[in-house]
């Protein structure tokens, strides 16, 4: 198959909610996704499995291989079933012993989400970043160790790193090295998404693709991570820990969004959402792809999942550049 007819591969990293919503989008193009999930969440379920079992957290990669799934609702919400009485199981969703379950059955992660994902008929690839057990290392007037405390004290740190050097799987860099497209996924920035690059080996393999970067923006800022940034501040942290390569390409939303449920998210939450700076984008010599990509969900502002995903297909599907600010 010549270059120009084959599907078009798509890299994305990430973690947690945003990536999952992207997710859903891009499986409905003809495109084939692999999805690279950082493995170094502390909190909640995770947290617990992670120090008991003595496993990397499985969380995010569950959450992504539901996103991915081709199967009937009751089977999703059967995965999603979260136990609310207390006791061993209290607050456990399935999807996440079923996943440390097969972490002893098959070996590994990589082939625990390799069999989930057969049985949820997904249509792609999902990959963790790596097989270890890892904590995140956020490094400034002291050392904060976990995703929770690193996530609290952003404003402390300096640099963020792991709590030693990852080994990454051949199937990760290898798909990096033949992607058409690198997508870092909306989310929560310093503890979902960085991760991603605090390994040498991804570094490297970034460096060495050909394929252009994408980032695809937050909607709304997270307390104590990003209070207070615009879409530039997003990229600048991305760039400060990507090696010679750097951002070509960002989706942001260019949509006001209703009053009353920003109120609402700085009332409850201290969100605000994202600013666009596009002025400063344009300064950092990033091609801005603008467009209404938020959507309200039961009172919850996510990215318009089939929206976002057309504007990404389109990059892809593009032969010339676009202008430098793109309205759809």
């Known amino acids: 198959m010549s270059d120009k007819t084959r599907r078009k591969r798509v890299v994305v990293f990430g973690g947690g909610t945003g990536l999952s919503c ?7 193009f003809p495109i084939d996704v692999t999805t690279i999930v950082a493995v170094s969440d502390n909190g909640s379920s995770t947290g617990v499995l992670k120090e008991e079992l003595d496993i990397p957290a499985v969380g995010d990669v569950g959450k992504v291989l539901l996103a991915m799934a081709n199967v009937d609702d009751d089977f999703v919400s059967l995965l999603r079933y979260r136990f609310k009485e207390e006791g061993s199981l209290y607050n456990h969703p399935v999807r996440n012993i079923m996943l440390a379950a097969l972490i002893n059955l098959k070996g590994n992660l990589t082939e625990a989400t390799k069999y989930m994902a057969t049985l949820l008929n997904v249509q792609g690839t999902v990959l963790p970043l790596t097989e270890e057990k890892v904590d995140l290392v956020g490094h400034g007037d002291k050392d904060y160790y976990g995703e929770e405390e690193v996530s609290l004290n952003i404003k402390n740190i300096d640099r963020i790193s792991y709590d030693h050097e990852v080994g990454v799987g051949e199937d990760v860099l290898m798909s990096v090295l033949n992607a058409d497209l690198i997508i870092f996924s909306s989310g929560s920035l310093y503890t979902s998404i960085i991760p991603n690059l605090l390994s040498k080996d991804v570094l490297k393999a970034i460096d060495s693709s050909k394929a252009p970067i994408m980032y695809v923006s937050n909607l709304v800022t997270q307390p104590g991570e990003t209070d207070g940034y615009a879409v530039s501040d997003h990229l600048k942290v991305l760039n400060s820990y990507l090696g010679n390569r750097k951002i070509n390409y960002v989706v942001a939303n260019d949509a006001k969004i209703q009053d009353e449920i920003i109120e609402k998210y700085i009332k409850d939450e201290n969100k605000h959402q994202v600013p666009l700076d596009a002025d400063e984008i344009s300064k950092m010599g990033v091609t801005l ?40």
């Open 289 to 328: 792809i603008a467009d209404d990509v938020f959507d309200v969900d039961d009172g919850r502002v996510r990215h318009d999942y089939l929206k976002t995903a057309y504007l990404i297909f389109q990059v892809l599907m593009e032969n010339s550049g676009y202008d430098h600010i793109l309205y759809i």
């Open 22 to 28: 992207l997710l859903q989008g891009l499986k409905l």
